[in-house]
């Protein structure tokens, strides 16, 4: 997917929903996805000015000036919650943080063939693989969990919080996918920039 990029950043504007997302923190974790392509690289400052403080899963990359881009800013504000142990010791820090109350951001990826945790889910007009591994620790958790849903051209930047369906590991998959499906039929165009502004929001 090619990807066009914008004249400046947009400034952080409403965050509909954010009080829900208050009062699950009040008493346990929570778990907030967003789709890994397209203006997910705006949520962290978005969260921010709305004065949440999120750690935000990740490993680190095997690339350094990659790895700088991506991750360098969300280190510099002690966002960032990696381990180079691997997968399981990254799965026990961020039960724990869900354990202590913490908003937790993590990227729903597509899941390739011979994934371990994976759920074919309907997408548009056909469907994805999604990896399932973050949504099954959080059911483990009791935490509840939310998608974000972004309107990717406005400026100031408008974002919905929405509570997704935690009956099972799969409905919650199948909610998260139709969230994002929903986002991306309403501007297709407005999904198609990425990497070149990751670090900017975090300034």
């Known amino acids: 997917m090619a990807f066009t990029l914008r004249n400046r950043l947009p400034t952080a504007g409403p965050l509909v929903g954010a009080e829900g997302l208050r009062a699950a923190l009040d008493s346990r974790g929570a778990l907030l996805v967003v789709p890994h392509f397209g203006p997910y690289v705006l ?103 939310f998608a974000i849903a972004l309107d990717a051209r406005s400026d100031p930047l408008a974002g919905v919080v929405v509570p997704l369906d935690t009956t099972s590991v799969l409905d919650t998959a199948r909610h998260a996918a139709l969230v994002l499906a929903g986002q991306v039929a309403r501007d297709p165009a407005g999904w198609n920039w990425s990497l070149p502004q990751l670090d900017a929001p975090l300034g």
């Open 43 to 145: 949520v962290p400052g978005l969260l921010a000015a709305h004065g949440f403080a999120p750690r935000i899963v990740g490993q680190k990359l095997p690339f350094p000036w990659a790895d700088r881009l991506v991750l360098g800013g969300y280190r510099r504000r002690g966002w960032l919650l990696e381990s180079e142990a691997g997968p399981a010791a990254l799965a026990r820090r961020v039960g724990l943080a869900l354990d202590a109350r913490t908003l937790i951001l993590a990227s729903v990826d597509q899941a390739p063939a011979g994934h371990d945790n994976r759920a074919r889910v309907p997408f548009l007009a056909g469907s994805i693989h999604v990896a399932t591994g973050i949504f099954q620790l959080a059911r483990a958790r009791g935490a509840p969990v």
